[in-house]
Every structure is written in C-alpha cells, then in structure tokens.
C-alpha cells in the first residue's frame, strides 16, 4: 500500500498534460513502472489517480460484488466509467485524457492532493472553493468520522 502525502500545485498544457512535482514523483517512484488508473470522482468534480495495486486491491473487491444485482452492475459501470490506464513520462508528466479533463473543468491551474493512497486532480479554482466550503463543517465532520474510534496509545 502507497501512503500519499502532499498537496501539490502545478499546470496542465494544452494538451492535458501534467508535470508531477519532484517531491511526488519521489513518493511514487516505488509504483511508477506499474503505471496508474484514472477515474472520475464519485462524489467530486475531480479525477482520482490510483497506482496500479491500489486500482487492483479495489477491482478486487468490486469483482465480488453480485452482477446478477441489477444495482451492482449499475454501481460497476458508472465506478469504472471513463477510466483509463497513464503512464508517467521521462520528463515527469501524466497525460490526462480530454474526456476527463472536462469531466474536472481542468484547463491549466491544477491542484494534485493526497487522499491516502490515491492522488485527487483538482482544478485548482474548484480545489479552494470545496477546501473552503467544508471548512466551517469540518470539526463536526471529525467528530463524527473519527470520534469513536479507538486509539492505540
């Protein structure tokens, strides 16, 4: 499992290509030769960039669902919608396919943010709005999310 830490900022071309930072292409270097998947979001405007084992752990799981449950199979089909396999470059960037970038509103000002062991692919404008959105509900959302589970001291 990759733990992903950052946010980063960076610019996408005209083409849909994006340069990785340094500092993240260092965390990924384990993973890089493996490639990786992207996807749309399920709940935000963005894309989600998973390593090639962390897009094989959770097909895994998907694979045991129920395709005779008509659910199931609509769950499948919009979760695997529009994803395609990357690579990242000699030069460091990923090309981000049209489809997608206009699925995220990514036009040149680009935020890549850690979500553990995938990277989300912000348009950085939509990036800051949703960051500032949720921050005013962001102590109650721990609370909730976090508040009972036990720590290991």
Known sequence: MVNIIGTYECKADAKGRLMVASALKKQLSPVLEEGFVIKRSVFQP???LYPMQEWNQMMAKINKL????KKNNDFIRRFTAGVKVVEMDSAGRILIP???CVFAGIEK???LSSAV????IWDKDKY???IEDTASDF?????EVMGNIEIDE
């Open 46 to 48: 963005c894309l989600e």
């Open 66 to 69: 129920n395709r005779f449950v």
């Open 98 to 100: 049209k489809d997608l």
């Open 109 to 111: 000002q680009v935020v």
């Open 117 to 120: 062991n995938i990277i989300e």
């Open 128 to 130: 800051e709005s949703v």
């Open 139 to 143: 102590a109650d959302l721990a609370e």
